[in-house]
């Protein structure tokens, strides 16, 4: 399993991001995909996960209505356009996925993630 993160970076409140990941050595399309996020000194949280197909999604309370996850399978690459970025969303972002919907044990793999950092 190999997953890769990018388009992090260091913006101010009110901007926007998109994330990718790219997945390979398991089977993309049949999987449920998720975003993560740790701080330091914090546990790992879910953001964002969508389904292998792609049609449905959940996401967490805190950037409901800000962030959307899609994905394009044929690509294995799965995305996160975040909006209207708050200081509280800064973080490591990292994606990872799982046979079930939603994602409840994602693979035991993990990416590098990518740095979001929102600040004035």
């Known amino acids: 399993v190999h997953l890769g993160e990018s388009g992090g970076g260091l913006v101010q409140p009110g901007a926007s991001l998109t994330l990718s990941c790219f997945g390979s050595?398991?089977?993309?399309?049949?999987?449920?995909m998720a975003w993560f996020r740790q701080v330091p000194g914090k546990e790992r949280n879910v953001v964002a996960g969508i389904k292998s197909s792609g049609e449905m999604t959940y996401y967490g309370d805190f950037v409901k209505g800000r962030f959307t996850i899609s994905r394009d399978n044929a690509k294995n690459m799965v995305y996160l356009q975040m909006n209207d970025l708050k200081p509280e969303d800064t973080g490591v972002y990292y994606c990872?996925?799982?046979?079930?919907?939603?994602?409840?044990?994602?693979?035991?793999?993990w990416g590098q993630g990518t740095q979001v950092t929102v600040s004035p």
């Open positions: 990872n996925g799982g046979r079930t919907y939603p994602l409840l044990v994602p693979f035991p793999f």
């Open positions: 050595g398991f089977s993309f399309e049949t999987n449920t």
